[in-house]
């Protein structure tokens, strides 16, 4: 679940049409994959996921920079597709990010 995918997957023609233009900043943010973010074993000595550490630390950023970065802290919403959904659902239960988000949104393929 957390081995691929990459932000330069998204269709940025369609995000500046359908968002930028609304004046919607859209961050995504990355994480690291596969052993180096989320080593999957049984072993309680590798039991820490870096790359959920890495989404914290990159919404910390955010939040650090709205002023520069000119936007409302109060309208942010994380969301995700799949495995990003997951995390950006595990990232809204820890009270430093849910008392700074608005919404969020969680998408889902069904096949």
Do not use: C
């Not at 942010?76 to 990003?84: N, S």
């Amino acid at each position: 679940m957390f081995n691929y995918g990459a932000s330069d997957d998204l269709d940025l023609t369609s995000i500046v049409k359908n968002y930028v233009r609304r004046g919607i900043a859209v961050v995504t943010m990355n994480y690291r994959l596969g052993p180096f973010g989320f080593f999957q074993t049984r072993a309680k000595h590798f039991s820490y996921n870096i790359g959920l550490w890495d989404l914290e630390k990159a919404f910390e950023f955010i939040l650090l920079s709205s002023d520069k970065l000119q936007f409302d802290r109060s309208k942010i919403t994380l969301g995700g597709v799949e495995g990003g959904a997951v995390l950006a659902e595990l990232l809204s239960l820890r009270e430093e990010v849910r008392a700074n988000i608005s919404g969020l949104i969680l998408f889902m393929m069904l096949q």
